[in-house]
């Protein structure tokens, strides 16, 4: 009996190695498209999961094949997930048909269907879900007018407004009706709009959306409108009477939107900055530049460095710059003027960004910013990183490294190869190593 235990024991051991050493015969691409096709469910959502975190939409092909095949309802709902996520039609024509005929499928894959047509602006898919809307089927209410609102046009916005004064729905169904109606920018339902958003016998958020329904027309006639909605005393509808002001910047509207930025309420505040975030005038500059650096609220100051960012004057040059370089500034702050910094381009605070970077890698103290920093630089492609990504690289610290191989699968610089190449062939780099062999398959370079 001990025999046979010993035995076992050496025959697992050997198993084992085999598989191992088997499965470290394919490359880490190679084991993903393994995964996917013989992976329990669990693994396969989990990989699916991973590719959309790392925004990886190479594997397309292989998924549309696994949908096709697959009667795994969580994989199929995963696999719609990740074509949605990639903004790819493949799937558009397997769920047009599905939505002609929808009851054979389970409700999960068709509300899965519902978010990827409305995601992807699928417009033929407008009577097929006003079909499933007009039934007497409750599941799928909520979801199909979602998308009805997404992808709807005239005919579907009037259906909607009808069945709003027609039939009786409930304040929830109301509510779906009405932000659906938010999307769908249709003129036609001009004076429905007016109508409900005032009356004061209507459900708050009903009104709240009426209010965002009739900024988007775009119809200069909102403005006076809106504007005498922003005078109620309820936050909510004045912070909706500001999201469909948003739309406007003729000078009383945008006298309106720089008072809000005054109110001593914070919503009102962050939906005025958010205004001047769409419609991008720079007669804010100074009131955005005094709510960055004086509001009592984080998010508010946070919302402020998105929105002059995107406006980028001088003055918001010079902010950014002192911000940047300021050990004392707040460092959350710091960060987020790196962050817009990064996403808007603005070249003439990357010396400071750069110098920073350089300060944090010094220095373990300041981890937090190093790895903020480097997350930040991986969502770009910009030659003018290459430093900054060798010196993460170099660094001896496995996070700080793994940023760096992040920076490197974003940008390929052919200079830091060979120094990505030493990591992917280290056995002492632990995860850091299969991260490297990654990278490289993924920018197309060799192993040596």
């Known amino acids: 009996m001990k025999k046979c235990h010993g035995f076992c024991i050496v025959f697992f051991i050997l198993f084992s190695v085999f598989l191992f050493s088997a499965d ?34 190479t594997y397309t092909n292989q998924l549309f094949d696994i949908y096709v095949q697959s009667q795994n309802i969580v994989v199929r709902e995963k696999i719609i997930l990740y074509f949605m996520n990639a903004e790819d039609y493949a799937l ?45 089927d409750e599941a799928y209410f909520e979801n199909a007018v979602i998308a009805l609102g997404l992808v709807g046009g005239e005919e579907e ?10 039939e009786a729905p409930s304040v929830i169904k109301k509510q779906a009706l009405m932000k659906a109606l938010v999307n769908m920018n249709e003129e036609a339902i001009w004076d429905f709009l007016v109508e409900t958003m005032q009356n004061e016998d209507e459900n708050t958020y009903v009104r709240m959306y009426a209010s965002e329904a009739l900024g988007n027309t775009k119809k200069p006639e909102a403005v006076d409108l809106l504007i005498d909605m ?19 910047n003729d000078e009383k509207t945008i006298q309106v939107l720089i008072e809000a930025l005054k109110d001593n309420n914070y919503r009102v505040r962050l939906e005025a900055i958010e205004a001047f975030k769409k419609n991008k005038d720079e007669r804010a500059v100074n009131s955005l530049l005094y709510r960055a650096e004086h509001d009592p609220e984080m998010s508010v100051k946070q919302k402020a460095y998105e929105t002059l960012a995107i406006l980028n004057t001088e003055a918001v040059r010079r902010f950014f710059k002192k911000a940047i370089e300021n050990s004392k500034h707040n460092t959350d702050l710091r960060i987020k003027a790196v962050a817009v ?89 632990g995860a850091n190593q299969k991260k490297a062999r990654l990278a490289l398959e993924k920018t197309g370079f060799d192993l040596k």
């Open 24 to 57: 470290a015969d394919f490359s880490e691409i190679e084991k993903r498209e393994r995964t996917l096709v013989y992976g329990l469910e669990s693994d396969v959502t989990s990989l699916i999961d991973t590719l959309i975190k790392e925004k990886d939409f």
């Open 92 to 136: 558009k024509e397997l769920v047009l048909e599905t939505l002609e005929d929808p009851w054979d499928e389970k409700k999960q894959v068709v509300k899965a269907m519902l978010q990827y047509v409305g995601k992807l602006k699928i417009t033929e898919a407008g009577p097929l879900i006003l079909d499933l809307v007009k039934t007497d």
């Open 157 to 166: 916005a009037l259906y909607l407004a009808e069945y709003f004064q027609n």
């Open 230 to 248: 922003f005078s109620n005393s309820d936050i909510n509808i004045r912070v909706y009477a500001i999201k469909g002001l948003a739309h406007f």
């Open 341 to 429: 910094s990064l996403e808007q381009e603005i070249e003439a605070v990357y010396q400071s960004i750069f110098d920073l970077a350089k300060e944090s890698l010094k220095d373990d103290k300041l981890k937090n910013i190093r790895y903020a920093l480097g997350k930040e630089f991986a969502k770009y492609k910009n030659k003018a990183f290459e430093e900054v990504c060798e010196l993460y690289l170099s660094h001896t610290d496995v996070s700080t490294k793994g940023t760096g191989l992040d920076i490197f699968i974003t940008n390929a610089y052919v200079s830091l190869v060979p120094k990505v190449q030493a990591i992917a062939n280290n056995d002492k780099e």
